[in-house]
Every structure is written in C-alpha cells, then in structure tokens.
C-alpha cells in the first residue's frame, strides 16, 4: 500500500479522482499547481475560506508534507498526480476562477521544453480549465521563463496577458521566497486572464473490459512478462511485468507499466473466468486513469491471450 493511502484515514484532504470522471467545483473553486511542501497553500486555503481549493502536486512526499500542515482545513483537495497531462482530465471547462503556479521548475534544457507550462498542450488545457474572466497567475524567480511564459501564453488564443510585476507586495510568501529576496534578488508575477471559452479534447475514460473466449492459463499470463508495446510515434507505451494468482489458480494480477506522454502509471490487469471465456479489467484497486496507453495495454494482454 502506498504511503498516502496510508495516511488518507487521517488525512482526509488527500484524495483520488476516478478514471473519466471529473471532480466537483463550486462557484469559486480554484487550483494550485505544484505545490510543494504546502506552505502557501494552506495558508492560503485558511484565509480563503469559501474557496474550494485543489492542489495537484507530482511528488508524493509534498503531498503528505502538505496533508499534516492542513490538518482541520475542510475547503482544502490535494491530489498526487501530473498535472500537465491531467490538468485537462480533471475539471470540465469553465470551472475554475483562478489557477496558481509559483517557483515552477523552468526547465531550461531544450528536451525538457514539452514540460514547461508554456508547451501547447498544456496552455490549452489552463485555457480550457478557467471560467472567462478567470486568471492564470505564475511567480517564478527566473526572469528568462517569466519572459517566455509572459510572450507564450499572452499570445493564445484565449488568454490575454494582463500584468508583469516585478517583486510584487504578497500577502503569503514562502521561506525559500523570503529568503531570496533578502538576498536582493527579483522575483516576477505574470497574469493573464481568460478572455472566450475555449475547449480540449479529454483522453480518459470510463471503464473498459475485453472479453476473450478461451481460458486463461498461469502459463499464458507469466508469457507476457517483459512484453511491451508502443503506438502513436511513441506517445503511448507499455510494458507487462510480474504476475499473481489466487490460491485456485483462477485469478489473475498482471502488473502492468504505461506512459503517455512521459504521464507513467502503474497497475495491475485483473483476469477473471466469465462464461466460457475471461473478462480482462483494470483491478479495482488500481486508481489507474484508462489514457490511450492503458487501453492500448489492455488491448495487447487480451490480443495475445486469446
Ligand atoms: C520548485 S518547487 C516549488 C514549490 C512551491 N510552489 C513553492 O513555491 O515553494 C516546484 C514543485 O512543482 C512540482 N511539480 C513539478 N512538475 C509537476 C507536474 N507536472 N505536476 C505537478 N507538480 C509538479 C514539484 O514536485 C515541486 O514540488
């Protein structure tokens, strides 16, 4: 069992969104991209207290860091994911008066471009995201990524750039904040707020079951070890690891690796009888969002089973 779902019993702000599924918003909901070890956050959630505010942070420590320092707070989600690819997954259009994004890691190597908040695919999603009128705010401590994310996204379609401050007077700031700016050095705050609706495609979905119309083996299973398989240039990948039975031999568990867009998950394939046959699923104690490459997944286990 993972850390945090360890801790969710006591940490009831962590939460696990559902495959296809979008999470619940109210009139001011809002959202904090990567937020490290919650400072802000939770401070912020404190004196916003009819906001409903969601954090997305990737790192699972942060995330358990941020859940201790909320405790009591009631209008506080977090929520351990990527949010460049599941930004867009998660909440429908239209939904969010306000997204926050400080001391982003401005990825200033040229491979790692796709990441920046600046990548098209992830600009389109923030766009999508947002009410009209709602603002994308981002503070960051590097005036090159400040500049380009300032040109970037001030040139979408649906996003107007509306202010460039340097060294703006906060109401919450952090210790690592703080102390750069004792040190004397800047740190920039670029706005923009969203002018039309705007739309994106979304890639999860609901649910998925294959059936095969043979029996399945502890043998054909343990096959797959090591298989893998890629599709969309590369986009979509998977790979089949180690495999689990109940004591009847009649159940089966196939771990399973995808990435979509570098988006990695970690699952298990259940197999199970049915009429005849066996239904191929996501176990239920995956949480795994079905992306192309899950499903791509899915579809080669019962390709090669049956
Ligand atoms: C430099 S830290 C800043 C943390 C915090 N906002 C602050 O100001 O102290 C950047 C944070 O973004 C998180 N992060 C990086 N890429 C992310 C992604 N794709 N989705 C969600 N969080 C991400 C990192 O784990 C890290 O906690």
């Not at 505010?53 to 009591?72: F, K």
């Not at 429908?92 to 306000?98: G, I, M, N, Y």
């Not at 600046?118 to 705010?137: H, R």
């Not at 399973?256 to 176990?283: C, N, V, W």
Request: proline share 4%.
């Amino acid at each position: 069992m993972d850390i945090l779902r360890q801790a969710r019993p006591q940490y009831k702000v962590i939460i696990y969104p559902e495959s296809g599924h979008f999470l619940p918003v109210q009139e001011k909901t809002e959202l904090e991209i990567g937020f490290g070890n919650g400072e802000f956050t939770v401070q912020y959630a404190g004196k916003n207290p009819d906001v409903l505010l969601y954090g997305v942070e990737i790192s699972q420590a942060c995330v358990l860091r941020c859940a201790r320092r909320a405790y009591g707070l009631s209008n506080l989600r977090l929520i351990n994911t990527d949010a460049r690819f599941m930004l867009r997954e998660l909440f429908p259009d239209e939904s969010l008066r306000k997204i926050i994004m400080q001391f982003p890691c401005p990825w200033s190597k040229n491979a790692d471009a796709h990441k920046r908040v600046t990548a098209k695919d992830f600009s389109d999603g923030l766009a999508a995201v947002l009410k009209v009128n709602g603002i994308f705010e981002m503070v960051s401590d590097d005036e090159p990524y400040a500049n380009e994310v300032w040109k970037v996204l001030g040139g979408h379609e649906a996003l107007r750039a509306e202010d460039f401050e340097v060294n703006p007077k906060r109401e919450i700031t952090t210790k690592y904040e703080r102390k750069w700016l004792e040190e004397g050095r800047n740190i920039y705050r670029v706005t923009f707020r969203k002018t039309k609706a705007f739309t994106v495609s979304r890639r999860t979905s609901e649910e998925m079951h294959i059936k095969i119309n043979r029996a399945v083996t502890a043998e054909d299973i343990e096959a797959l070890r090591n298989v893998e398989g890629k599709k969309d240039n590369g986009k979509s990948f998977w790979k089949f690891g180690r495999s689990f039975t109940d004591g009847d031999r009649n159940i089966f568990l196939l771990e399973t690796l995808t990435s979509d867009e570098e988006f990695e998950q970690k699952f298990y394939i259940h197999a199970a009888p049915k009429e005849e046959g066996f239904l191929l699923r996501l176990d239920k104690t995956a949480d795994a969002f079905l992306t192309p490459a899950v499903r791509a997944a899915l579809s080669d286990a019962a390709e090669r089973l049956s």
